[in-house]
């Protein structure tokens, strides 16, 4: 029996689990480097170390960085769904709670709310480990353009 596209996918995304991720589609992944921790049906997990050029003049996350990294990671979760349609982000809603700075690692996870027949609904925490915190979440409606 030949897997279905969405286990196809996850296949080949659960070999860089471990790994940094450089050969996405989306160059802005590959310049995030993420580190893939779990990949799922809708769920993807990914590690980030915080480097300076994605920090702001507070030298802190720029926030338009945390951002990219939600608007980036929910794109791919959409891919693991193994959907044959494209879909494309209709708006990203954003709560920051924390700072992280240069050095850090943060943790990006994603899950999806809602699935209806044209709109997706997800959403995406990201940890800072090292200090038991929530630094930011976000949710995106995802549409489907065919």
Known sequence: MEASLSEQRLNFLRQSIGKVITASPSNF?????????KAESGILVCQYTIRKEMTNPYQILHGGVT??????????????????????????????FAPAVEGDEIVAETAIVKRGKTILNLQCEIYLPSKKRLIAKGYSNMLNIG
């Open 29 to 37: 992944m590959n310049w995030l480097a993420p580190v893939l921790i």
């Open 67 to 96: 951002a990219g990294i939600i608007d980036d990671l929910i794109g791919a979760t959409v891919y693991t769904m193994g959907l044959n349609e494209r879909y494309t982000t209709v708006n990203n809603y954003i709560d920051y």
